[in-house]
């Protein structure tokens, strides 16, 4: 085995142990453990619920949550075996750890043992490894075998897909339809926040797909994009059409035509500071400080375990893609990517400090961790030369 395909086999493996740990803590956070009254034991109470059904929160939830599970866990063998072999042992390790966690719950105050969270798990676990199977294959289609040669833009763009269209439930309901077409043609309003917030936001998805495919069919690429995102919004239920989000996509659009004239790393750089002025901007709005200082939250993620779930989710996806973006728009502007990173979390962090004063968001350490977790996975997915290639190169 080649130095560099045992460097690219250690990464995929640490960034599967990061997925694992990060499904563990989520499925036993409080980890307040106790022995439940009654006779039913774990395995008793999880048959029992074979035939509950779910809700779709839930749902999709437990879907995207092993997703990435099974993508990386397909990845793991760099060996020329069966690929349906390994497509299967990947699936099957999503479904052993979801039995074993679900059993865990049994124990865990405020978790329930729910055989339709194995049932997700596994599906997300088998959709993540045929996505890493059609990636990894010969595939003919110019723009997917681009984004597969290119994981971290790749990467940040799914999550933009995932925050635009979750819940991912389309409808047939014309009266839907309606509803989602209302905000642009009966109610039209133009707040500045979500122009400004749509406008960086798209901005930073011309840049990703320009970096995937070559400058001039980027072009096209965006227009394309746009129209599928923004039309597919007016079929899935609660999505709705907004004049701010149709304007800020044709400006950045503008934006980005007149940005293509400089050089790669000017265009980073405006778009990181476009994009980091909003993200700044976002944590502190509407600049309204109360009097009264809120505790400070120290335990990592502990928002996302409280409140809605649909709501979380597509939350942790909008955080995802606008600090990996930024983090990913640093290092194309020529900044390492452990100052970007410290830059970063250093920068979020006292964001959150300040957000004591700000009635209703949670002050909390976990926009930092985050982006440090973050940037580590994207130590792990950009690739490169190893240490014999270099030296030989100089020579």
């Known amino acids: ?17 990061i997925i694992i740990g990060v499904i563990i803590y989520g499925s036993l956070f409080p980890f307040d453990f106790r022995t439940p009254a009654g006779t039913d034991g774990p395995l008793s109470k999880l048959i029992k619920t074979w035939d509950v059904v779910p809700g779709r929160g839930n ?6 949550l092993y997703a990435p599970l099974g993508f990386f866990g397909f990845l793991i063998p ?13 699936t099957l390790g999503g479904l052993v750890l979801s039995v074993t966690l ?3 719950q049994f124990y865990d105050a405020g978790r329930i043992t729910h055989l339709a969270d194995v049932y997700a798990n596994t599906i997300g676990t088998a959709i993540g490894a045929v996505c890493a199977r059609v990636f990894g294959a010969d595939i003919q289609w110019p723009f997917i075998r681009e984004m597969g040669a290119k994981p971290v833009p790749a990467l940040l763009l799914m999550t933009w897909f995932g925050d635009r269209l979750f819940p991912f439930v389309p409808t047939i309901n014309l009266h839907k339809y309606w509803d989602a077409l209302k905000p642009v043609f009966l109610t039209p309003s133009l707040p500045v926040y979500d122009f400004v917030r749509y406008t960086a936001m798209w901005l930073t998805v011309c840049a990703l797909i ?8 980027s072009r096209f690429l965006f227009p394309a994009v746009a129209v599928f995102i923004l039309g597919f919004k007016i079929v899935i239920v609660t999505k709705v059409l907004t004049i701010a989000e149709l304007l800020g996509a044709v400006v950045a659009f503008g934006i980005w035509q007149v940005l293509l004239r400089r050089t790669p790393r000017v265009r980073s750089v405006i778009t990181a500071i476009v994009l980091g002025t909003f993200i700044a901007g976002s944590r502190l709005a509407p600049f309204d400080f109360a009097p009264t200082v809120r505790p400070f939250g120290w335990i990592p993620f502990l928002s996302f375990l409280n409140g809605s779930l649909m709501i979380n989710t597509q939350s942790f996806l909008e955080k995802s893609f606008l600090y990996g973006s930024l983090l990913w728009l640093l290092l194309e502007s020529g900044l390492q990517l452990r100052y970007a990173a410290g830059m970063v979390a250093a920068g979020l962090f006292c964001a959150s400090l300040i957000e004591v004063y700000l009635p209703g968001r949670s002050a909390e350490i976990t926009d930092a961790v985050m982006v440090l977790l973050i940037a580590w996975v994207l130590s792990l997915l950009t690739e490169r030369p190893p240490r014999e290639v270099a030296s030989q190169s100089r020579v």
């Open 1 to 17: 085995m080649s130095t560099a395909t045992s460097c690219s086999d250690r990464r995929v493996a640490v960034v599967a142990t």
């Open 59 to 64: 749902l999709i939830a437990n879907v995207l």
């Open 78 to 90: 760099r060996t020329r075996g069966n690929p349906n072999l390994r497509l299967l042992v990947a």
């Open 102 to 104: 679900e059993l865990i």
């Open 210 to 217: 320009e970096a995937i495919a070559e400058r001039n069919r």
